[in-house]
């Protein structure tokens, strides 16, 4: 699948999980567009609740080890770009996953 017809799903879904309506992208937006924002909205949502993002992160079904290893991650100032990371991998596999069932190939 092209990443670029599942950017507005995977959008939808972040805003969703995150419990957010702050994402504002262009119309022909990319995924380093989605990465950007993402990561702005991890900073402060690990500064003004963390535990909140936290649970964000389990609901939206993120591996804890993964997320352990980043959060003891030496580069403190990367955490962001790393969590981004692993949120938008798992989300795009969750917008991949519905993608299919709908076109009755799962």
Same mark, same amino acid.
């Not at 609740?49 to 959060?71: P, Q």
């Given at each position: 699948?092209?990443?670029?017809?599942?950017?507005?799903?995977?959008?939808?879904?972040? @805003?969703?999980?995150?419990?957010?309506? !702050?994402?504002?992208?262009?119309?022909?937006?990319?995924?380093? &567009?989605?990465?950007?924002?993402?990561?702005?909205?991890?900073? %402060? @949502? @690990?500064?003004?609740?963390?535990?909140?993002? @936290?649970?964000?992160?389990?609901? &939206?079904?993120?591996? %804890?080890?993964?997320?352990?290893?980043? &959060?003891?991650?030496?580069?403190?100032?990367?955490?962001?770009?790393?969590?981004?990371?692993?949120?938008?991998?798992?989300? &795009?596999?969750?917008?991949?996953?519905?993608?299919?069932?709908? !076109?009755?190939?799962?």
């Amino acid at each position: 699948m092209e990443n670029e017809k599942l950017i507005f799903p995977l959008t939808e879904r972040i @805003m969703k999980d995150l419990q957010t309506s !702050e994402f504002n992208l262009p119309i022909h937006a990319n995924l380093e &567009m989605v990465k950007e924002q993402l990561i702005n909205k991890i900073r %402060e @949502m @690990m500064v003004s609740d963390f535990d909140r993002f @936290m649970n964000n992160l389990y609901r &939206m079904d993120i591996s %804890e080890g993964k997320v352990i290893d980043v &959060m003891n991650s030496k580069d403190k100032h990367l955490v962001p770009s790393f969590l981004a990371d692993l949120i938008i991998e798992r989300q &795009m596999q969750r917008v991949k996953t519905r993608l299919l069932y709908k !076109e009755g190939k799962l």
